[in-house]
């Protein structure tokens, strides 16, 4: 059993940056794959980034390469999610997810992750 907690969202201004944390319980955390998702109001949920149990590999929606970076510290249980040159249009509710199925990999499908954290808002004004 894996439980998350996001934090970090807030308000920042178009261009500017925002570090997003997943912390998880449970012994299993560095047997992870991880993933960051968002929902935007009105929208479904969509793939943002996602790494492997090593954070050897990693994998990117078009929409955030070369702005978002995602990583994770194994000793503190961590997953974090670095989000440079933000748009109004990445406003949204983040969410971390975990799964510990070797054969999924990293994966930017929802259906592929078991564990869910609760959420944390992101706002980017104009």
């Known amino acids: 059993q894996v439980q998350l907690v996001e934090s970090g969202g807030g308000l920042v201004q178009a261009g500017g940056s925002l570090r997003l944390s997943c912390a998880a319980s449970?012994?299993?955390?560095?047997?992870?794959?991880l993933g960051w998702f968002r929902q935007a109001p009105g929208k479904e949920r969509e793939f943002v980034a996602a790494?492997?149990?090593?954070?050897?590999?990693?994998y990117y929606a078009d929409s955030v390469k070369g702005r978002f970076t995602i990583s994770r510290d194994n000793a503190k249980s961590t997953v974090y999610l670095q989000m440079n040159s933000l748009k109004p249009e990445d406003t949204a509710v983040y969410y971390c997810?975990?799964?510990?199925?070797?054969?999924?990999?990293?994966?930017?499908?929802?259906?592929?992750?078991?564990?869910w954290g609760q959420g944390t808002q992101v706002t980017v004004s104009s």
């Open positions: 449970g012994r299993t955390f560095s047997r992870c794959s």
């Open positions: 997810a975990a799964h510990l199925s070797p054969a999924r990999g990293i994966s930017g499908s929802s259906y592929a992750y078991d564990y």
């Open positions: 790494i492997n149990w090593t954070g050897g590999s990693t």
